[in-house]
């Protein structure tokens, strides 16, 4: 089932809104783009190792690549914030809301600190976006704090927290131990103006260029694609409900399902009655179907065997996260998890990942001198010197590409901006009270600020919308 399909017997009004979300979060992403290029290609440039063009286009590429390989762990943190229950029902025009109201926020707040040359974190602000509508929606609703996936939300709180920490210790410790190793005063000191670096160490830097470009795509890439996901099931949560990429997976849930309950029952476990009733539902619905497309349209059926699906993958993690589970049990639960039940409802459609590595590239190739500027002369008294861009952008891809592995979002611009902080105290090239601040300010106030711009426009989306 294709997007086309998904789309027929939409009325004028929700096509239009639906059309508008998908632009607004591929504008996000292209913005997302030219935010944060200066993040990869400030040391390129500023060390003369490649004229800004061809630094840009080929930062835009390895972006590209990173969307294409860096697979969907982060996109589903991000989708994972809100209780995506929130997002189903659209009888009251909340999901329309909720989904429009955080990627305004977004591009409002990327857009405005850009244009100020602030180089903030896009994770941020998406984050406080989602934030801010699961509060706002679920403060509408009298739900207290229920909108938003708090374990989550910590989660992910704790690596943004970290990972500048990381940044600025790292860099700082590999500029020391270039000092020790490598004894060229060239390498520490800010070039002449008409100065080029030595081979070994341009040829460093375009390789630091590409790995934090590519990074940057294979994490924040990442986020575009949880963005549109929030859009596709926010406005066509039915058809979205379950795998439109593989939708043959039918049969394998099913079996997997009652595996699981034969499984644990051999082993003395108790299934809770919930669990029970989702895989008595999956028996009966996927009986005899040999892929989700065969599930009836006219009823949410759909939807109700993806939460059955989520109901027994909770019940299994707890399972496998208790230490008295036998090895043995644990592992093959573990595997039935990962590798039948989540795929059936975590996955993004081709035509989402392809959108998004288009936009994100596209978005690399424009826009990069005001970031640049502060990054490479505002954050030091001393422009940067070729190790210092080197050692920075170096513990930026391994810290970022590390974080898309795991799951993690993490800001690529707060990761190198403090990689660079750091490499100018370990060189004793001092900082720039003034950049810090206002750097530090943006890192502190986009979360605040987002989360209450998202509430805002949701309660005034409410409003008109009734």
Request: with cysteine; net charge neutral; hydrophobic share 50%.
């Amino acid at each position: 089932m294709n997007f086309l399909d998904a789309i027929v017997g939409l009325s004028p009004g929700p096509l239009i809104l639906l059309l508008v979300a998908l632009g607004t979060a591929f504008a996000f992403e292209f913005i997302n783009g030219f935010h944060d290029t200066a993040n990869a290609v400030t040391t390129v440039i500023y060390s003369r190792s490649l004229p800004p063009v061809a630094a840009v286009v080929y930062s835009g590429f390895l972006n590209f690549l990173g969307v294409l390989l860096g697979g969907t762990a982060v996109a589903f943190s991000i989708v994972n914030l809100l209780p995506v229950d929130l997002l189903v029902d659209a009888r009251s025009g909340a999901a329309l809301v909720m989904v429009l109201s955080l990627l305004l926020a977004g591009v409002i707040w990327n857009l405005g600190t850009w244009y100020i040359g602030l180089p903030v974190s896009s994770s941020h602000t998406l984050i406080g976006s989602i934030v801010g509508v699961g509060l706002a929606n679920s403060l509408w609703t009298g739900q207290s704090l229920a909108g938003v996936n708090w374990q989550e939300c910590l989660k992910v709180g704790l690596a943004l927290l970290i990972s500048p920490l990381l940044g600025f210790v790292l860099a700082a410790l590999l500029l020391l131990a270039l000092k020790a190793t490598v004894r060229s005063p060239r390498l520490y000191q800010p070039p002449p103006e008409h100065d080029r670096p030595p081979g070994w160490i341009r040829t460093l830097l375009i390789g630091t260029c590409g790995g934090v470009s590519f990074a940057h795509g294979s994490n924040d890439g990442q986020k575009g694609m949880g963005l549109l996901l929030l859009v596709l099931i926010g406005f066509l949560p039915l058809h979205y409900a379950l795998t439109v990429t593989e939708p043959h997976r039918a049969p394998e849930v099913r079996a997997a399902a009652l595996q699981i309950r034969e499984k644990l029952s051999s082993q003395g476990y108790e299934l809770p009655t919930p669990v029970l009733e989702a895989i008595q539902l999956l028996d009966q619905e996927l009986a005899e179907r040999s892929s989700f497309d065969e599930l009836p349209r006219e009823r949410e059926v759909r939807w109700e065997v993806r939460q059955s699906i989520m109901t027994i993958s909770r019940h299994l993690k707890a399972i496998t996260a208790d230490p008295d589970t036998p090895p043995q049990l644990r592992q093959e639960l573990e595997q039935l998890r990962k590798q039948t039940l989540l795929p059936a409802v975590e996955y993004v459609p081709t035509w989402v990942v392809m959108g998004t590595a288009l936009a994100l590239g596209m978005g690399t190739c424009i826009g990069y001198r005001r970031i640049v500027i502060t990054i490479a002369e505002k954050i030091g008294k001393q422009h940067l010197t070729y190790a210092q861009g080197a050692a920075a952008e170096s513990v930026a891809a391994i810290t970022i590409l590390l974080a898309a592995v795991t799951g993690m979002p993490v800001s690529t611009t707060h990761v190198l901006s403090s990689g660079v902080a750091g490499t100018m105290v370990a060189n004793r090239s001092g900082v720039q009270r003034h950049t810090l601040i206002k750097i530090l300010t943006a890192w502190v106030l986009t979360l605040p600020a987002t989360i209450c711009l998202a509430g805002i426009l949701f309660v005034l989306g409410r409003l008109i919308n009734g």
